[in-house]
């Protein structure tokens, strides 16, 4: 035999999202089964009917022989060969039911399964799901609900169809005569040797090939979700190389599991055409010196043909189920990531926004926050400014509880943001960015998001009050149109206005922008701006500002650089201080560029985003190429 190909290295740098060990996965089987008795019970039963059916007509068979071979009527004959038919119609019959109960079973599970990974997915924190990669999550939700929706489907229940089937052949053939036993055991040893061999690496075999189709997933979302970047640094042959190597690894994972197949298939089918041989063979010399009648050699030998195949079925669902197994404890795996926020039931006694020592690390061991400490007074305006990279919009999202903090802790009215359910959390405080996705369904689906049970009229207020109401109401439905994915496309403006409005209806009374409207085009933004001023009157705003004047009409300004607040005051106090803000308003101010200012700093904004990026894609780079020296 060639020299076996090693099983697929994990990678070490990876942060996955977790995978269920394999006694939790038997658990949330056996609870599924339970859940789902009757169904199961029910499908059993028809398909052990349609075993006992079938297995009538090779019994009858023989003794038709056996009748012909001592004389019998033709009477007789047709009588035993209307029975075998009639079985033969009852057992097609039954299976059919039997097909159909499994069926409903199976989806059953399916179904349950898909809603808990769902419900599951959306609880996941998203630091986490940073992490991770969203490969990981996208290839989960595909690649393995597909592989445990076919196991689930059809596994499971040809699985057991086949037990049944083999267990109750198995009857039979004693009945016809225990002897007629002894060849089935001359298989049992190989096959199980093999099937164990097989069992011991596969599960882990089948694991890694998901890894390492997510790895794939992963580095091509990136590519494509950074094709601009990449395209502008120059960057391609590294991407290119990066692929390669994911196929590589991918290519080395898929290899080990036929390997394995390789192995337990012709072994397993060399068995099978052993014991209709023996029976043969058996059944003649016994026939001849008269242990056996013609009529059991048939039967048996039926039977031991018949049997055969609901034995490879079970080998070859074992095979499926191994991958489903897999799947299943990866979907289960995402229950495992604990919570990033656990509702305490206490409730804000105020708005005033405090953070107190805060660090942050996205990376264990890299922290880019180091003692933040920060209060923000009800009806404050507060703008953060500082340069590219110093953490502006870490603290941003912190601020508005999107991440927890590593150390210290960021609470309204005295009540920490992670011990806030996250529907109560939005109706206190909210980020507003440019990431704003436009759902599947319609104008109104997407507003009332954050309340469902809002009323027309307050979808339509809170349209007004971005100043979106005139162009929605010019569509063909109203606020019934069809957006996203397959109904009408929306301006990137039009986009962050509904986003607006549905803040407008979640009525936080804090709001942290980032970037709200640097990257629209000019129009637009003016636009914009005057909905954005609308949903701000009478809230407190924590700006993220890249342009002055935005830090000039705050109340307050807080520097940040390297991760900490080095300047705290208003406009004034800052610039009479001539420290750092002292610097930047007099290099902004000088320039004058009142006009082109928007553009510019909109520039500088893609600038810095492409090569955050390219830092980025350069450390999963190095990454990936120390785990390759490693390996
Ligand atoms: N998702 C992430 N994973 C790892 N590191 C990150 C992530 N997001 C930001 N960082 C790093 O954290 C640091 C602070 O980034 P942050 O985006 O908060 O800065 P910023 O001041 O808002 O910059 P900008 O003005 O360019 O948006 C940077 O070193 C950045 O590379």
Redo the contacts with the bound molecule.
């Keep these: 035999m060639a020299a076996a190909p090693a099983p697929p290295p994990e990678n070490p740098a990876r942060q996955a999202l977790p995978v269920a060990a394999y006694p939790e996965v038997r658990r949330y089987a056996a609870h599924v089964a339970r859940n789902r008795g009757r169904d199961l019970g029910l499908t059993v039963a028809l398909f052990a009917l349609a075993a006992v059916a079938g297995l009538f007509g090779p019994r009858l068979l023989g003794a038709l022989i056996d009748g012909v071979q001592h004389g019998t009527t033709a009477g007789h004959v047709d009588v035993v060969v209307g029975l075998i038919a009639l079985f033969l119609v009852l057992q097609t019959v039954l299976t059919r039911y039997a097909n159909l109960a499994a069926g409903k079973f199976g989806e059953g599970v399916l179904a349950e399964l898909r809603e808990n990974f769902v419900a599951r997915v959306l609880e996941l924190p998203l630091s986490v799901v940073?992490r991770a990669g969203s490969g990981d999550l996208l290839s989960r939700s595909s690649r393995d609900v597909d592989a445990l929706s076919q196991a689930a489907r059809f596994g499971v229940p040809t699985t057991l169809v086949a037990l049944v089937t083999t267990a109750l052949t198995l009857v039979a053939l004693a009945l016809v005569s225990p002897w007629a036993m002894l060849p089935l055991l001359v298989i049992v040893p190989p096959i199980w040797v093999v099937f164990r061999w097989y069992l011991k690496r596969a599960p882990a075999g089948y694991l890694a090939e998901s890894a390492r189709y997510a790895d794939m997933t992963d580095g091509l979302t990136e590519t494509v979700d950074g094709a601009r970047t990449i395209e502008a640094l120059g960057l391609q042959q590294r991407r290119v190389d990066r692929t390669d190597e994911d196929i590589r690894r991918q290519y080395a994972a898929e290899r080990y599991t036929l390997y394995l197949r390789c192995v337990f298939w012709p072994t397993a089918e060399s068995c099978y055409i052993v014991p209709v041989a023996l029976t043969l063979l058996l059944g003649g010399l016994g026939y001849i010196h008269g242990w056996f009648s013609l009529g059991q050699v048939t039967a048996a030998t039926i039977y031991m043909q018949q049997i055969m195949g609901p034995i490879d079925e079970m080998l070859a669902w074992a095979d499926q189920l191994q991958v489903g197994g897999a799947s299943l404890a990866r979907l289960l795996g995402v229950a495992g990531v604990p919570a990033d926020r656990e509702p305490s039931g206490a409730r804000p006694s105020g708005e005033d926004l405090v953070a107190a020592d805060v660090r942050y690390s996205?990376?264990p061991g890299r922290e880019?926050l180091h003692g933040v400490d920060l209060s923000v007074r009800a009806g404050e305006r507060l703008a953060m400014v500082?340069p590219?990279?110093?953490?502006?919009?870490?603290l941003g999202r912190l601020l508005a509880g999107i991440h927890g903090p590593t150390e210290g802790s960021v609470a309204v009215g005295g009540v920490p943001l992670v011990e806030l359910p996250l529907g109560e959390l939005r109706g206190q405080v909210a980020l507003v960015n440019q990431e704003h996705h436009v759902f599947a369904g319609t104008v109104r689906d997407n507003v009332v998001l954050p309340r469902p049970e809002a009323s027309d009229a307050e979808v339509g207020a809170a349209l007004a009050a971005v100043d979106a109401l005139t162009w929605v109401e010019a569509l063909p439905e109203g606020l019934h149109t069809e957006i996203g994915a397959e109904g009408r496309t929306l301006s990137p403006a039009q986009a962050q206005q509904l986003a607006l409005a549905r803040l407008v209806l979640a009525d936080p009374h804090t709001l942290v922008l980032d970037e709200a409207t640097s990257l629209i085009d000019p129009r637009a933004a003016r636009h914009l701006e005057r909905s954005l001023a609308a949903v701000l009157e009478g809230r407190t705003v924590i700006a993220?500002a890249h342009r002055l004047h935005t830090a000039h009409d705050a109340d307050r300004v807080a520097v940040?650089e390297d991760g900490v607040i080095a300047e705290l005051g208003s406009h004034e106090e800052l610039v009479a201080a001539d420290g750092a803000y002292a610097g930047l308003w007099e290099s902004w101010h000088g320039r004058g560029a009142a006009a082109g200012e928007r553009i510019e700093t909109a520039k500088q904004?893609e600038t810095?985003?492409q090569v955050?990026t390219a830092?980025?894609i350069e450390t999963a780079e190095r990454v990936q190429r120390v785990d390759t020296v490693e390996r």
Excluded: H, N
């Design positions: 940073e996205y990376i880019v500082g590219s990279g110093a953490g502006k919009s870490t993220i940040v904004v810095a985003k955050e830092e980025r």
